[in-house]
């Protein structure tokens, strides 16, 4: 699948994947100066680049799990979603979960974008919905025996 990157920034740097079976393409940073995360905190990183997906793609922006782990920083909406109509520029909004200031700089990788197939669903209003094993049971209730 061919996807068109336009760099909105000469310093920009297109995704890619950091091993051949790879699903997320490694999303960087492209910021002029670095730009500091207090603990607790959100700041936008910006990327630099706008994508065109295919229809019927949707872009997923996730955290990369190096640097959650070792930098305490993930994106704050947890997963980000591009729709294949955007052409602005990707954002990243890092939260810092730690307890010490991060500092993010130009050229780092910051998140990962996979590019997923996805399906417009016809909501209709419905007085029932058919029965299942499961019914109403939520939040941890197949856990139990």
């Known amino acids: 699948m061919k996807i068109n990157v336009k760099k ?9 994947y950091g091993s051949t079976y790879a699903a997320g393409a490694d999303l960087y940073a492209c910021e002029e100066t670095p730009v500091e995360i207090p603990a607790g905190e959100t700041r936008f990183i910006h990327t630099g680049i706008a994508v065109e997906l295919p229809l019927g793609t949707v872009g997923l922006v996730y955290a990369r ?13 947890k997963v980000g ?12 909004a890092l939260h810092n979960h730690g307890k010490e200031i991060r500092t993010v700089n130009g050229g780092d990788r910051i ?35």
């Open 111 to 145: 998140a990962q974008l996979v590019v997923a197939p996805y399906y417009v669903a016809e909501y209709a209003e419905a007085d029932e919905l058919s029965e299942t094993v499961r019914g109403m049971g939520g939040f941890g209730s197949t856990g139990k025996n």
């Open 65 to 77: 799990s190096g640097l959650a782990c070792k930098q305490d920083l993930a994106p704050a909406n």
């Open 81 to 92: 979603v591009v729709d294949c109509d955007y052409r602005g520029e990707i954002m990243v």
């Open 8 to 16: 909105l920034n000469e310093n920009a740097k297109l995704p890619a």
